[in-house]
């Protein structure tokens, strides 16, 4: 169970996002959240603000800002001759406002902080109520890149930012958990044919049933930083990612079972959790001593041996134990089933363990179908090898 949130007045947050308008408009900095992950934020038309984003985050300078809007008024005026490209018409009728990002004909508006020599500029327009009003009290486009230190997991808590970067910003907006938790998916409309870029909160699937994305293109499985050298793509995505200061192993998924006699010797044992209890015999014998487990894999009779005592009490909502070995800590990620609750948690799931100074953190892979492809494409990034 967790804690309901505190009632908090409209006053208050009125006044909380005063305060915060004011810090953006001055030319600083402020952590906020979106519905994807929590952004920081600066003002998308001034190019020393762009620059304390990047010195904030220790950001490679070649790595370009998504620009946030919060009406399509606001994004024409950003635009050259103020047209939105028609491609993307059913996309932004259909996702915007949401986990969506769209790639744009730069104007000199745009400063080159932001774009960093990209011929085009990233915009969103994000569906969270406080990330909207935020924008809409500035009056400002927001650039926002996700508010972690870069290369470490991005944040999905307030706390997760302050965790990064206190001290170093002056404010960052608690909104809670963000719903989606991973990035948004990042299209790119104007070469032929269309491609994701980046997959995230709207699905390939979702895309590709829209008009004019039909041939929308997607790099699956195994999307590696050759692959990506070689076909041109989203910069940001060649840099090692999302890790943890301990070695992140990839459990690939494995279709669980339909035979009967084998659903009912695994027992709380799924394929991919024999697979992991095997690799941690083998680290013990390295001299490996602690390990975590971001699991997707339980089923019912896993979870008859839950617990509700341990590290992660007060922690996770649905905290269950296979194990009662204390030098494994097991953190849930939901069912596999439902790739929605493990994008939610991931992040979460890579800091906590973390957080226990684990030498190792095992993740279980789950199917690349539907939120699973970019669930997947963040574990492979954090991940430093595969085990099958
Ligand atoms: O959900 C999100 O998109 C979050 C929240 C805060 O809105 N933001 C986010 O920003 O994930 P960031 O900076 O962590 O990731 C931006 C991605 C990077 O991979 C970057 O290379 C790509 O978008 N990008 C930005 N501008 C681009 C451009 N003009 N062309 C291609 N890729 C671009
Ligand atoms: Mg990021």
Known sequence: LEDP??????????????????ILRSGQVVGMPTETVYGLASNALDSAAAQ??????????????????????????ML????IPEVYNDLIKTYWPGPLTLLFPRSSLIPNDITCG???VAVRFPSHPIT????????????????NSSGKPSPTLASHVMDDLAGKIPMVIDGGQCSFGI???????????????????????????VKGMESVQVYKKHFTDIAMEQAPTTPGMKYRHYSPEAEVVLVEYIRPSTSKQEQENGGATTAQYSVIKNEIKRMREEGKSRFGILRTSFNNSCASTASTSGPLNGISSNSIYCTSDPSVIEFPLGQGSKPEDVARELFRGLRYLD??????????????E???????????????RTIA
Not at 8 to 22: E, G, K
Not at 355 to 368: A, L
């Open 183 to 209: 990035e948004s998916t990042v299209v790119d409309g104007l070469r032929v044919p269309p491609a994701i870029l980046r997959p995230g909160g709207v699905t390939y699937e979702q895309i590709r049933l």
């Open 370 to 384: 539907d939120e699973g492809l970019a669930v997947m494409n963040r574990i492979r990034k954090a991940a430093s």
């Open 5 to 22: 949130l505190p009632t908090i007045s409209q006053a208050h947050t009125r006044q909380v996002l005063d305060q915060a308008a004011q």
């Open 355 to 368: 957080s226990q100074k684990v030498d190792c953190i095992f993740v279980e892979g789950i199917s690349e």
């Open 118 to 120: 990209q011929a085009t």
């Open 132 to 147: 909207r009003a935020l924008i809409t009290a500035c009056n400002l486009p927001l650039a926002a890149p996700s508010a």
């Open 80 to 83: 050259k001759d103020n047209e």
């Open 52 to 77: 304390r984003i990047f010195r904030a985050k220790n950001r490679p300078q070649d790595n370009p800002l998504i620009v946030h809007v919060s009406s399509l008024k606001m994004l024409r005026s």
